[in-house]
């Protein structure tokens, strides 16, 4: 999503699950609409506006506090790595 200046649609889904969200990129405003499946309807059950580099602190933000108590119940995998990766980028 980052390095899409122009307006660049993503949709996100959650596991297997019936919820998925879709984000439009607007020059650098995220436009979120989070969806669910019921018998082959959609809902939507929320819809926000945010700042593409505030979601990208944020996300970092939340990320470390993760990292953080993964490590102390020594829960390391090759995606704790991946994920430690991603914030020192």
Do not use: P
Not at 45 to 50: A, G, I, L, Q
Not at 69 to 85: G, M, V
Request: charged fraction near 30%; hydrophobic fraction near 35%.
């Amino acid at each position: 999503m980052k390095d899409n200046s122009d307006e660049t649609a993503f949709q996100l889904k959650f596991f297997n699950g019936s919820f998925r969200a879709n984000v439009i990129n607007i020059n650098g405003l995220l436009k979120f609409q989070f969806m669910q499946e019921i018998y082959d309807k959609t809902k939507i059950v929320c819809e926000c506006e945010c700042d593409l580099l505030e979601f990208e602190k944020s996300l970092k933000d939340a990320t470390k506090e993760l990292l953080i108590e993964l490590e102390k119940r020594n829960w390391i995998s090759k995606h704790t790595e991946e994920l430690s990766h991603y914030i020192t980028v």
